[in-house]
T-cell receptor, first 110, second 115 residues
Framework: GENVEQHPSTLSVQEGDSAVIKCTYS??????FPWYKQELGKGPQLIID?????GEKKDQRIAVTLNKTAKHFSLHITETQPEDSAVYFC?????????FGAGTRLTVKP | KAGVTQTPRYLIKTRGQQVTLSCSPI?????VSWYQQTPGQGLQFLFE???????NKGNFPGRFSGRQFSNSRSEMNVSTLELGDSALYLC??????????????FGEGSRLTVL
C-alpha cells in the first residue's frame, strides 16, 4: 500500500518567516494530495489540496507544489502568524485509499 | 449544518476490556473513515465504510472492528484492550469513498486511555 513520509517532524519559525513542510509518497498511482491542519483539541481540517494534473496551487499565504516524477509534494506557508501554530498532515490518495504522513508540529514564535 | 460528532469524547478502560466508539457523520455523507492518532505515528488508517459496507481496511489486528448503519452512523469496537491502544480515535466523513471527492471532515475524536 501507499507509504507517505513527512519531514520535518517539528518546525519552529519566527513570525513573518516562511515555513516549508515536505512529503514523499511511494505509489505512483496516487493522484490526490491534501494537507490538513490540526489545532489543539480539534480534529484535522483541510487547508489546501492538489491533484496530480496540477503542479502548483496557491491560496493566499499557503501554497502546495507537486513533483510527480520525484513523487514528492510540499506545503509552503509565507508570512507566518502565531495562529499558524498547529500540527500539519500531508496525505496521498488514490481511488478509495488515503494515507497520511506522521505530521509536522509547527510553532510560530511571536 | 452540524459537523461530525464523536462520542464519548474521553474514556478510561483497563487492559482486557472492550470499548465501542460512535461517530455520526455530517448529514448526507455516506462514507465514514476511522483513524488512530498517536504521538509520532500520525494518523493511522483503520477502516472505511460506505453504504454499510467496509470498503478498505488498514493494518490493524482483528481486535479492531467496525460497522456502519443504514443512517450512515458508524461504530468501532476494540476488544481485549492493550496498553498500546491508548490513542485519539478520529472519525471522518465524506460524501463519497476515500479520496475520490477530496475533503474529509473530521470529528474532534474520542480519547481512549487504557490502564
Amino acid at each position: 500500500g501507499e507509504n507517505v513520509e513527512q519531514h520535518p517532524s517539528t518546525l519552529s519559525v519566527q513570525e513573518g518567516d516562511s515555513a516549508v513542510i515536505k512529503c514523499t509518497y511511494s505509489d505512483s498511482a496516487s493522484n490526490y494530495f491534501p494537507w490538513y491542519k490540526q489545532e489543539l483539541g480539534k480534529g484535522p481540517q483541510l487547508i489546501i489540496d492538489i491533484r496530480s494534473n496540477v503542479g502548483e496551487k496557491k491560496d493566499q499565504r499557503i501554497a502546495v507544489t507537486l513533483n510527480k516524477t520525484a513523487k514528492h509534494f510540499s506545503l509552503h506557508i509565507t508570512e507566518t502568524q502565531p495562529e499558524d501554530s498547529a500540527v500539519y498532515f500531508c496525505a496521498a490518495s488514490k481511488m478509495d485509499d488515503m494515507r497520511f504522513g506522521a505530521g509536522t508540529r509547527l510553532t510560530v514564535k511571536p | 449544518k452540524a459537523g461530525v460528532t464523536q462520542t464519548p469524547r474521553y474514556l478510561i478502560k483497563t487492559r482486557g476490556q472492550q470499548v465501542t466508539l460512535s461517530c455520526s457523520p455530517i448529514s448526507g455523507h455516506r462514507s465514514v473513515s476511522w483513524y488512530q492518532q498517536t504521538p509520532g505515528q500520525g494518523l493511522q488508517f483503520l477502516f472505511e465504510y460506505f453504504s454499510e459496507t467496509q470498503r478498505n481496511k488498514g493494518n490493524f489486528p482483528g481486535r479492531f472492528s467496525g460497522r456502519q448503519f443504514s443512517n450512515s452512523r458508524s461504530e468501532m469496537n476494540v476488544s481485549t484492550l492493550e496498553l498500546g491502544d491508548s490513542a485519539l480515535y478520529l472519525c471522518a466523513s465524506s460524501l463519497n469513498v476515500g479520496g475520490q471527492t477530496g475533503e474529509l471532515f473530521f470529528g474532534e475524536g474520542s480519547r481512549l486511555t487504557v490502564l
